[in-house]
């Protein structure tokens, strides 16, 4: 049973930094796709950053240039210029066999494992 943990969420201020990490339990798949994905209170949870195990990466065209994802025993998302509207809870999420196409990656739909979450505010 795969099981995803985050951390690393807080306050800062605009224009600050934040480091996520997401630690992983229970995967013996070679081939996964991992990512990160947000929801704002009254919006959909959507698509922020995926890597599959090939390493190809996807961001969502409002983080791109400012986040950047990477894999090693953990994932993590590093957020530097981070913005008000960046504020929501962010949720790790996998899902286990062939890659994803690349239609679908940042769709919260394909992804079967997901973490608790943990909060990310930015203050103006």
């Known amino acids: 049973q795969v099981q995803l943990r985050e951390s690393g969420g807080g306050s800062v201020q605009s224009g600050g930094s934040l480091r996520l990490s997401c630690a992983v339990s229970g995967n013996h798949y070679s081939r996964f796709t991992m990512g990160w994905f947000r929801q704002a209170p009254g919006k959909e949870r959507e698509g922020v950053a995926v890597i599959d195990n090939y390493g190809t990466t996807k961001y969502a065209d409002s983080v791109k240039g400012r986040f950047t994802i990477s894999q090693a025993n953990t994932l993590l998302l590093q957020m530097n210029n981070l913005k008000f509207e960046d504020t929501a809870m962010y949720y790790c999420?996998?899902?286990?066999?062939?890659?994803?196409?690349?239609?679908?990656?940042?769709?919260?739909?394909?992804?079967?494992?997901w973490g608790q979450g943990t909060q990310v505010t930015v203050s103006s």
């Open positions: 999420a996998a899902t286990l066999g062939e890659a994803l196409a690349w239609p679908l990656l940042l769709r919260p739909s394909e992804y079967s494992h």
